[in-house]
Each structure stands twice: as C-alpha cells, then as structure tokens.
C-alpha cells in the first residue's frame, strides 16, 4: 500500500463456477504490471472479495481455489475509479481430460459511465518520444478531438481552456499550455487517465481535457531508473533521468530533466525567426508508510523556461527581441488512514507558486509590451469513501486560498491600439464539497450518482449547485457497453490574468468595449456511448455529446504583446461524436494501434460579457465560429514489435480539416505522418540500452494551424525534424 496514499480506489468481485455457485475460500491476489503483489484476501461465504486503498494502474488477478483451475485476469484500474469484477472458474476435470484455461482481459469497462482513456507507464513506454514528450504531445496524439489552436493553444470539445491537471487528487486552476507554464513531464506519469466526459462530482473547475495523473512512486521501481538522452534537428536536445526505490518503510522517486528548442512556440512564418527556448523541469516524491492503517506521500515538483517570442519578418528585420520567462512550483502532501477495510479518509495541503515575465523588445520600433503575473495557490482537500453493501460513497471538500498579482503597460509607437496600463493584485478562494456514490442498482447496470457544490470569489463572486448523474449498462453476451451522463457544470474564470481582463472590461478606451468583469462558465453536459469489444484486447468506442452554456471562454491576444486574457461570449453550443479503435498489443502477430475521428461543430453567441472584448464586437444572438473549431481531427498509430533485440516500428498519423478564421473562411486541411523505429543495442539485465530513430512531418506539410483575428498572424506547424534518442536503463 505504499503507492496508495491518493487512489482511495476500491477493487471487489466474485468468484463463480460455471453454474453460477459461488467459490469460497479462494486464494485471491492482486498483482501490479511489475509483479509484485499489492494485497491479497480470501473469497467469503458468498465468492465474494474486496480490496480497499487500490492504487490505479495495471494489476493482473490471480485465484486459486481446490478443484479448480488457477485463474489470472489482466485488467488497468483507473484513478478515483472503483471496480466490480465477477470471475468464472473452470473445475478441474478428469485426469484423461485435458482443458485449456486462457488468461482474461479487460478489453472494455462495463462500469465506466463517460468518456475517457487511461494510460499506464508501460503503455506510454511503448510510445515514441515525440508523441509524449510533453503533455500537449500526449493530448494531441492520444486525446479524441483534441486539436490546435492558435499560439500553442489546444480545444477539446468546444473550449481551448483545456489540459485540466488533477494530479495525485488534488486540481489546480492553472492553465498548463506553454503560453502560461512550463509543465510537467508524462515521464513522472504512473497512469493518467484523459478525460473528455462524463464526470463524476468529485471533478471540478474544467472540464475538457482532463488529465487525472498519478504520480511514479519509487516502491514499484525496486531500485531502478534511466537516463535519456534526446536530440534532434531544429536545436531540439533533451536530457534527462529518473531513479526510484524503497528503503524500509520509505519509497523514493527523483527525476529531472533540461531540454532546449529552436522552435519553442508555433511561429507567425513558415520558418522560425527568434524562436528559441530552454527549460527544466524536477520531481521528489517520497512515500512513508506509518504501520498499518497510514500512509504519507509528499510530492515536489518546479520548473521553468525561458524563450523568445517569434516575430514576423519585419518584426525580424528591424530586431525586435521580446522574451518570457516562467516559473512554477508545486507541492502536495497527502495522508490516508484507513479506519476500516472499508472505510478510507485521505486528506492533502497542497500549494503552488508560479511567475510569468513578459520582457518587452529592445528595438525602438515595434509595439512594447511589458506584463507579470505573480500567482499563489493555498488548499486543502479532505475525502471520505465508504464501502456498504456494493455501494461506493465518497464525500469530500476542497477549501483554496487564491494570490493573484499582475501588471501591464503597452505602447503602441504609432499602432492604433491604446489600452490602460495596469497593476494590481487580489486575494480570494474557492470552497468546494461533494457527494457521490457507485453502485448497481440491478444487474449488469452502474450508477454515478452525486451532487457538487462551488462557491468561488475573485474579480466577481459566483455559485452553483451541480447535480451528476452518469449510467453503464453491461451486455455480458456480447461484451458491449451502453453508457449515457448528465453533468451540470461550473467553470471559474481562467486565473491567467483574469484581473488585466477584468481591468480593460471596465476601462477600456472605447465605452463599447467595457462589458465588466470575467466572467464564471456555466453548462449542461449531455453525452452517450458505446463501447464494443471486437476480439480480446480490440475494441471500438462511439461517443457523442452536447453541451449549452453561458459566458463561454477563449483566450484574446491584446494587439501583438503575446500577453492573452480570457473573453466572454453570452452563450455557446458544442456538439460532436467520437469514434476510437484501440487495438493493444496482440502477442502472436506483435502489432498494436489506435485510431481516432472526431467531428465537432462549436458556436458562440453575442453579446460579449466580459473581459477583453477587443475590436470586435456581437450583437445579441450574433452567432461566431470560434478560431479553434475544426470540423473533422484524426490521428492513428500503428506499431510493430519483434523479439529480436526488442525491435520495433511504426507510425503516426495526423489529419486536420482545418480550423476557421473568425468571420471568414477555413484554412486548407492538412495531413501529417511520422516515422519511428528502435531496437535494443546491449542487454545485461537489469541494465539495457535502447537506440530509437524518429522522423517527424515525413512530407515537410508546414501547415498553417489556426488565425485568431485580423489583426493576428497566422500560426503554421512544425517543420520536418529528423532525430533520435539513447536510453539508459540500471
């Protein structure tokens, strides 16, 4: 249980025979991916097992009872997810007889009532680097819908607010795209699990784009890491290692990482003109297990990066030299006491400091532009989850502590642009509570069942009552999955300069662009789906969602300072259907892919309520296509493995329809293709090295990816780079 200090995930079942009697007094145990065991138990009276405090990952079920067959079933847990398994035993038969027992998978969740993904750390292993080197690599690639926006910004269903960190059960309100922080690596990743829909009320704040992470935790290394070293064209290196273990009742967990790039943001040219940046990012986490019954995890994580803002031609002719810096750092510590096995409190102080410098140009032409941002984050988080009776509860609330300072000052040297410079700071928070509950009301069926509450003060103060209801209903014959949600919604104001965009919507130059303050995001979510296992460890799944909301959010630049503030817009519509082919590795043929489509058509309504209103004003029930919105977005992977010397290859694809220009036509689609192979050069376990050769946008497709406004230049995509990587494994 030393990993477990943030599941608070149950696991429980039944063992039957093929009559349907249950089997007692079985031997149960769990497994972890890596072997070792988790925890162990015996069948009741009843067949039936419960395992509380259940890390998320890949665990392997092993049964052994007298006279029957032994029994492994292979399944991956999500975060904060519990599960319910039922398990048939094959009685041993007569000695002339011979019988086959096959291992079992999870090649579909019959509980799962939205719509995500979970990805393990043996599963992002198996993917190239350029696909998981940063988290809006990984969304990119393996996200349904996910799709870029302009200046580096990413939309999934219907808002560019997305990339929603929930790490280790804590949620921060801090947008992770790299305009606003330098990140975290998916290297430090145990599981994460990309959520699109259907969420449960334990989840607030955003909603698109999700990412529920756990964190490494040094008691599954055993002793081991890695050192990596990455490089590619365009001045892309990358160096970085990790290294876990246990001592005694201590696990430990270290990584760190530097990395540069020639092309650190999407570029306003074809080629990249001033556009290079360099970061580094570090992780500690240490896991204490107190005797029995508690559990400590401490979790510290910093980074920051430095880079230059890319220019245009003209911009590049007459030297203009504006950079950013930011900085962010994060820690959470988190007890669990286990008063029962089925009664489990887990409690986290967590915080986060950040900076962001906006340092203006040195050339006496262009537009200057100097803006800070000096946020701090203060919470704690308390949940209780209760097992009775096949019924999962959990209640629990999250008090947070908001610092929020910023400045601005803009001279436009002869651009007609004008805007108030600005300095100031705010305190204010958050109270959040909830209360759920899993469970299977008749056979074959799940319910998530819950109620949130959010009180939120900053610039304005907003509350909400959110009711959540989501179902899953199992057809066993044909392993098929129906599941539907209703989620009712409420998004706070993005925190990034929220008090700039309140600023301007109050005193703006021109009385018509002064619609007030930013403004809280409110929404019906509606959704449905089917999830279908085609063969063991093939499946297909068919999403589609609704969703209806007032004072919808997106990000505006002011003039060309790269400094961008939340917008928003009265009401807005989002509607779409997913469809996803997950094929895991298939041992006889070696081969593993996936494939995703995604159509989506987004709207937003007039008037402007808040914030930046810009140049560019709606009339009520004035209908825009928002510069992010993109019709069709496809991505697949296909790989091949062989047993020889680990070698492996394959390919990644990315197909776009293009996204529109606010109040004016689409630009062209585009199609991408990358190329990778690997193969293990010296092996000495447990020490290995791996070779991997990567070549991206094979066809050299710089597309142009997204056009804000008139006034903003478009942004294109990433030229061909050629690459590779060397791991170290010890």
């Known amino acids: 249980m030393a990993g477990s200090a943030l599941a608070q995930t149950a696991v429980d079942g039944a063992l039957r025979d093929p009559s349907g009697k249950p089997v007692v007094s079985a031997k149960v145990v769990l497994h972890r991916a890596e072997g070792n065991i988790a925890q162990q138990t015996a069948s009741d009276t009843a067949g039936k097992f419960h395992f509380p405090a259940v890390e998320s990952g890949a665990y392997t079920l092993k049964t052994d009872a007298p006279g029957f067959y032994p029994n492994n079933y292979d399944f991956v847990l999500r975060a904060r997810q519990p599960m319910s398994l039922t398990v048939e035993l094959q009685p041993k038969q007569a000695v002339q007889q011979t019988v086959q027992v096959k291992a079992g998978y999870m090649t579909v969740d019959p509980e799962k009532t939205g719509s995500s993904y979970t990805f393990t750390q043996q599963d992002l292993e198996k993917l190239p680097d350029p696909l998981i080197d940063t988290t809006n690599d990984l969304v990119n690639n393996l996200m349904p819908g996910a799709s870029d926006s302009h ?129 580094s990012r570090a992780t500690i986490q240490l896991d204490w297990r107190a005797g029995t019954k508690d559990t400590i995890k401490l979790l510290l994580m910093g980074g920051g990066d430095n880079f230059q803002q890319p220019n245009i031609s003209d911009d590049q002719e007459v030297g203009r030299d504006a950079q950013r ?61 209760h097992y009775w009776h096949g019924n999962f509860f959990k209640a629990g609330v999250d008090l947070v502590r908001l610092r929020e300072n910023e400045s601005f000052f803009f001279d436009s040297r002869g651009d007609p642009d004008v805007f108030p410079s600005f300095s100031g700071g705010l305190l204010g928070g958050q109270a959040s509570a909830y209360i759920q509950d899993h469970f299977s009301p008749v056979r074959n069926l799940t319910v998530d069942l819950g109620l949130r509450y959010d009180y939120f003060d900053l610039v304005d103060t907003a509350v909400q009552t959110s009711p959540r209801v989501g179902l899953a209903y199992h057809f066993p014959r044909t392993n098929s999955v129906l599941h539907a949600a209703y989620n009712r919604y409420f998004s706070p104001p993005p925190i990034e300069y929220s008090l700039l965009a309140s600023f301007i919507g109050n005193n703006a130059v021109d009385p018509d662009q002064r619609v ?128 020889w010397r680990g070698f492996w290859a394959g390919s990644a694809l990315r197909y776009g329809s293009g996204t529109i220009i606010e109040g004016g036509a689409r630009l062209p689609q585009h199609f991408t293709s990358d190329l990778v192979t690997g193969i293990n050069v010296w092996n000495a376990e447990p020490r290995r090295l791996d070779l991997e050769f990567d070549v991206t946008n094979v066809s050299n497709s710089i597309y142009q990816i997204a056009k804000e406004s008139d006034e903003i230049p478009i942004q294109y995509a990433p030229s061909r780079t050629v690459g590779g990587s060397l791991k170290f494994h010890f």
């Open 151 to 279: 200046d580096n910004f990413l939309a999934v269903r219907g808002t560019e607010f997305s990339l929603h960190e929930f790490i280790n059960g804590v949620s921060f309100l801090d947008n992770t795209q790299p305009q606003f922080s330098p990140g975290i690596s998916p290297q430090i990743f145990e599981t994460v699990d990309l959520m699109t829909g259907g969420f449960t009320p334990e989840y607030g704040n955003r909603f698109a784009g999700v990412l529920d992470i756990t964190t490494r935790s040094g008691a599954d290394l055993g002793g081991h890491g890695d050192i990596d070293l990455r490089g590619a064209t365009v001045d892309t290196y990358d160096l970085n290692a990790d290294y876990g273990g246990q001592r005694g009742r201590l696990g430990y967990y270290f990584f760190v990482d530097g990395f540069t790039s020639g092309r650190f943001l999407d570029p306003p040219e074809p080629h990249e003109l001033f556009d290079f940046g360099k970061g």
């Open 325 to 385: 810096h930011l900085r962010q750092q994060t820690a959470i510590l988190t007890w669990l006491h286990t008063f029962s096995p089925e009664t489990l409190l887990s409690t986290s102080l967590y915080e986060r400091t950040g900076s962001d410098r906006v340092l203006p140009t040195t050339d006496p032409i262009t537009p200057f532009s100097t803006a800070s941002r000096s946020p701090l984050t203060l919470g704690i988080k308390s949940d209780l989850s």
């Open 516 to 643: 007030g303050n930013v403004r809280a995001y409110t929404q019906n979510y509606f959704e449905v789906g089917w999830a279908q296992e085609l063969r063991p460890r093939v499946s297909l799944e068919l999403n589609a969602y609704l969703h209806t909301g007032h004072n919808s959010f997106e990000n505006h630049e002011i003039s060309i300072s790269r400094i961008f503030v939340p917008i928003n817009f009265h009401t807005a519509r989002s509607e779409g259907a997913e469809l996803v082919l997950n094929m895991r590795q298939l041992e006889r043929l070696g081969i593993s892919g996936r494939l995703q489509y995604a159509l989506a058509k987004t709207y937003f309504y007039g008037p402007i309520t808040g914030g930046f209103a810009g140049d560019e004003p709606l009339e009520p029930g004035e209908r825009i296509v928002p510069a992010f919105d993109q019709t069709h977005t496809g991505t697949a992977q296909i790989f091949y493995h062989n047993h």
